[in-house]
């Protein structure tokens, strides 16, 4: 089966930092393009950060440029989101998705995990 699995949420302190990460299983995601995603209670879904397949594009919704670092690794079929300088608006579950020969959009998206809970909180 065709999974993405989200880890790494928690509760944590403004301005700390927590790495997600985003394993898949069942299909070798060399060739497609992972994003983040995020949705807070009441509000809509929203691409979080971008990275292409072969790691060498990467984008951020503006919210979180210079906070949050997209990165892979194929050889373990890894995708992570470094989140550093947290805000409380940053709470929101986290979902990463996959799209092949693709761009990151919300509604576009192939394969999606099942999400991990951020709650950035003092």
């Known amino acids: 089966q065709l999974q993405l699995v989200e880890s790494g949420g928690g509760l944590v302190q403004p301005g700390g930092s927590l790495r997600l990460s985003c394993a898949a299983s069942?299909?070798?995601?060399?060739?497609?393009?992972i994003g983040w995603f995020r949705q807070a209670p009441g509000k809509e879904r929203e691409g979080v950060s971008c990275i292409s397949s072969s790691g060498v594009s990467t984008n951020y919704a503006d919210s979180v440029k210079g906070r949050f670092t997209i990165s892979r690794d194929n050889d373990k079929n890894t995708v992570y989101l470094q989140m550093n300088s947290l805000k409380s608006e940053d709470t929101a579950v986290y979902y990463c998705?996959?799209?092949?020969?693709?761009?990151?959009?919300?509604?576009?998206?192939?394969?999606w995990g099942k999400g991990t809970l951020v709650t950035v909180s003092s």
């Open positions: 069942g299909f070798t995601p060399n060739y497609y393009s």
């Open positions: 998705a996959a799209v092949r020969y693709g761009t990151c959009r919300t509604s576009g998206m192939t394969y």
